[in-house]
């Protein structure tokens, strides 16, 4: 089986207020997110999903939020 990767970043612009902190451990969460604002990255997992692409990691940054995603690679008869 042959896997193909694409990497998804949704600038923090994107979101009205996004707000995460990392522990000492270097734990991250999500805090005081609004309902609303989450809907932007629901979509985007939802339309990645139904490409047929699976997250692989999804991880916050300061300047926005990034996903990995993989799925089979469709190889041709000629390879």
């Known amino acids: 089986m042959t896997w193909e990767y694409d ?3 949704i600038p923090s612009q994107a979101f009205e207020r996004l707000a995460f902190f990392c522990s000492e451990k270097g734990e991250c969460a999500l805090e005081d997110v609004p309902v609303d ?5 629901t979509d985007m997992l939802n339309e990645k999903g139904a490409e047929g692409w699976e997250l692989v990691q999804l ?3 300061e300047s926005g939020v990034v996903a990995i995603w993989k799925r089979e690679k469709i190889l041709s008869n000629e390879q």
């Not at 604002?37 to 990255?41: D, G, K, M, S, V």
Request: proline share 0%; aromatic share 18%.
């Open 7 to 9: 990497i998804s970043k």
């Open 37 to 41: 604002q989450t809907r932007r990255l």
């Open 59 to 61: 991880f916050f940054q």
